[in-house]
């Protein structure tokens, strides 16, 4: 318990430090914002005097919920590219510390940080659409239980993801991208799923995004209750308690060949 | 009758016979033809090196352990692998009786490492980099302020500059910061990989009063690498000279000076003794 305890306060040390480099680039936090608003006001503009205001909602509902899992997927594999740009990963892989610590620790910062970014966008959006984006029939309860539990999967894949950059900080951070675009191909993110392939299909049967989406457009446009979406709950639930341990498998994995082959070090 | 325990001696630090090597593309002279160039890029050949290879010491505690060599010789090699950064390929290192590889976690909690890189976040502040580092050993950040800023003034660090962006700091203010982080956490073995290389001679000279003044204060272990003959004859009770991976030679100063033969009557110094050993200067790749 007292071990808990410690690691539980140890992992604090990841949330501050990443708060207090956010503070130090927040010029650029404020132009990768505008980044974030522009490209959710491009992809819902799409429908708007195409479709009905519903179609507009589903498209920024796509573009805000691909916005926080991005962030979040990024956030984790960015903390491990960031320390080995910097060299302080051997640093941090010698602390007395659990690397479940370390990584929940950079997960946290990765939820906390994408939940007020997307906040902020989506409080910014009505002002563009105006009538449009009509959140008065949504229920934020169902909506916060689908995030939340989501979360889940989508940190077990930043965990997966951020092996990329521990092996090569120089080219990691794209490969990081890759597995990004490929579940938004298949998540059925700004289109349903049956537009996609027939050999396509089966995959989006397996990302936690298509449920995500699934669930939340149903709370967004039909106020749609946590009983009612608790099939996806519970398969989103699986999906993550099976992901996340086997993030941290593929990290360990990634950790042990690192330190065979010597991938850790920047220079010396 | 019953059989005796023989009862190992448990030092500081036991290397026994460790071994690391590396595979990297093979080095040739020979300008590659057309053909060769298009086959390297999908096959590369690689040749194995020998970065430590069959390396054995011990070191006391409360003795300073130094080990000379070229660039590229296996110090920073040998240091990552005690400080479990790397995982040896054979042989066995033990911390204070602790495996670092199958008691990793133990021996992390006793040591701490001061590169030849100062490596930080160099957007924050000495004072938020070092409450970083001493939150991951569970010191709070008080405590950590206040221990900082100690060692700092005893390193010859202006405190008032501790809120400043690391990347504004000369390289040898980076490095007292990076003493101050090892030492914030008392480590009993520590791990000092040339902390004075590069720095200007007022700045060594406070590092190494420093090194001279935790010797005194407390029992550790510490291994220092270095290029400076100096350094290591003012610091060290052991030495070992490294060459290609292998320890060449050990023993105290005066140990390694009488093998030596003196040159035109004068006795021999430890640069003599390393040029004689290794065939090269200090600074030699």
Same mark, same amino acid.
């Given at each position: ?27 650029? %936090? ?14 819902? @503009? ?36 960031? +320390? ?5 990963? %051997? ?13 929940? !620790? ?7 940080? !994408? ?35 989501? $979360? @889940? ?27 990004? $675009? ?11 799923? +049956? ?35 608790? !099939? ?29 082959? !010597? ?6 | ?37 298009? /086959? ?18 011990? #070191? ?19 240091? /990552? ?10 042989? /066995?290192?033990?911390? &204070? ?9 133990? #021996? ?12 930080? &976040? ?25 221990? *900082? ?7 010859? &660090? ?48 406070? #590092?190494?009063? &420093? ?47 009488? *093998? ?12 003599? #003794? ?12």
């Amino acid at each position: 318990m007292l071990n808990l305890i410690r690691e539980t306060i140890v992992s604090y040390a990841f949330i501050e430090r990443n708060f207090n480099l956010l503070k130090r680039y927040l010029s650029w %936090e404020i132009l990768f914002f505008s980044y974030s608003i522009v490209n959710a006001l491009t992809i819902g @503009l799409i429908m708007v005097g195409r479709g009905s205001s519903e179609d507009v909602l589903y498209l920024v509902i796509g573009a805000l919920i691909w916005g926080f899992f991005s962030i979040m997927m990024r956030e984790v594999s960015d903390a491990i590219t960031w +320390e080995r740009w910097e060299g302080t990963i %051997e640093y941090t892989f010698m602390a007395p510390i659990y690397r479940v610590t370390h990584l929940v !620790g950079s997960c946290l910062f990765a939820i906390l940080y !994408g939940l007020l970014r997307t906040a902020l966008v989506l409080a910014i959006m009505p002002l563009f659409f105006g009538e449009h984006i009509d959140l008065g029939n949504a229920n934020w309860l169902t909506m916060s239980a689908i995030v939340l539990v989501s $979360s @889940l999967s989508f940190i077990g894949i930043g965990l997966m993801a951020a092996i990329f950059p521990l092996l090569s900080p120089e080219k990691g951070q794209a490969a990081t991208g890759i597995i990004q $675009s490929g579940l938004l191909l298949v998540s059925g993110i700004y289109y349903e799923i +049956e537009v996609l392939p027939v050999w396509l299909q089966p995959i989006s049967k397996i990302s936690p995004a298509t449920y995500t989406l699934k669930s939340i457009r149903a709370a967004v446009l039909d106020n749609a209750s946590i009983e009612s979406q608790m !099939g996806n709950l519970l398969l989103l639930l699986v999906i993550g308690v099976l992901l996340i341990p086997f993030g941290f498998w593929v990290f360990h994995l990634g950790e042990k060949y690192a330190k065979r082959v !010597g991938r850790l070090k920047r220079s010396g | 009758m019953k059989d005796k325990k023989v009862e190992q001696p448990i030092y500081g630090l036991d290397v026994r016979g460790v071994t690391k090597h590396f595979h990297q593309a093979k080095r040739t002279n020979n300008k590659p033809r057309f053909h060769q160039k298009i /086959r390297q890029i999908f096959k590369r050949e690689k040749e194995v090196v020998r970065a430590v290879d069959d390396i054995s010491l011990e #070191v006391n505690i409360g003795e300073i352990y130094g080990i000379l060599g070229a660039n590229g010789s296996g110090k920073s090699t040998l240091i /990552r692998l005690v400080s479990t950064l790397l995982t040896p390929d054979a042989g /066995r290192i033990s911390v &204070f009786g602790d495996d670092v590889v199958t008691d990793s976690l133990k #021996v992390r909690q006793v040591m701490n490492r001061v590169s030849v890189e100062a490596s930080f &976040f160099k957007r924050l502040s000495s004072s938020e980099n070092l409450i970083y580092a001493a939150r991951l050993y569970g010191i709070p950040a008080t405590e950590a302020e206040r221990k *900082s800023k100690q060692i700092l003034e005893r390193l010859g &660090f202006d405190p008032d500059r501790m809120n400043e962006e690391m990347e504004h700091l000369s390289r040898g203010m980076q490095q007292k910061v990076a003493i101050a982080r090892a030492l914030l956490t008392t480590p009993m073995l520590l791990l000092l990989d040339e902390p004075t290389t590069g720095l200007d001679p007022k700045s060594k000279r406070d #590092v190494q009063a &420093f090194i001279e003044e935790i010797r005194q204060e407390r029992n550790a272990v510490i291994v220092l690498t270095t290029h400076d003959m100096a350094e290591a004859e003012r610091l060290c009770d052991k030495i070992a000279i490294i060459d290609k991976g292998r320890f060449i030679a050990e023993g105290t100063v005066e140990e390694l000076i009488a *093998s030596a033969p003196s040159q035109n009557g004068t006795p021999a110094t430890l640069e003599d #003794v390393f040029i004689t050993l290794t065939g090269k200067g200090i600074e030699e790749e």
